[in-house]
């Protein structure tokens, strides 16, 4: 499986993004996919993850009601909506796909990903 995120961009705070995440290759057997963000001299933190059977999202605390996670499975793509942006939300983001069927909270940690994309800039100014 690839991964390729797109849709990163600079934004002004309040505006909104909608990232895509297109996959290639053998998709079958994947069971989760999920977004992660990294800021300069950060960690990679978990912001939110859909899996395909139950179709079953779970989120960071610092992105419900802001953020929203989907996927269509039949064309292997997932987006994550970002509204009401903030400086804090500026980060490179990435997209991931498990191939481990596991409850939804376990894709909030970035272990369960077999495979990883490229990321896309988000940058947003106060």
């Known amino acids: 499986v690839q991964l390729q995120a797109s849709g990163g961009g600079l934004v002004q705070a309040g505006d909104s993004l909608r990232l895509s995440c297109a996959t290639s290759g053998r998709t079958v057997g994947t069971y989760g996919m999920g977004w992660f963000h990294q800021a300069p001299g950060k960690e990679r933190e978990f912001v939110a993850a859909l899996t395909w059977l139950g179709n079953r999202t779970v989120y960071a605390d610092s992105v419900k009601g802001r953020f929203t996670i989907s996927g269509n499975n039949a064309e292997n793509t997932v987006y994550l909506q970002m509204n009401n942006l903030q400086p804090e939300d500026t980060a490179i983001y990435y997209c991931?796909?498990?191939?481990?069927?596991?409850?939804?909270?376990?894709?909030?940690?970035?272990?369960?990903?077999?495979?990883w994309g490229r990321g896309t800039q988000v940058t947003v100014s106060s």
């Open positions: 991931a796909a498990s191939s481990y069927y596991s409850s939804a909270i376990r894709y909030t940690q970035a272990a369960t990903y077999n495979t």
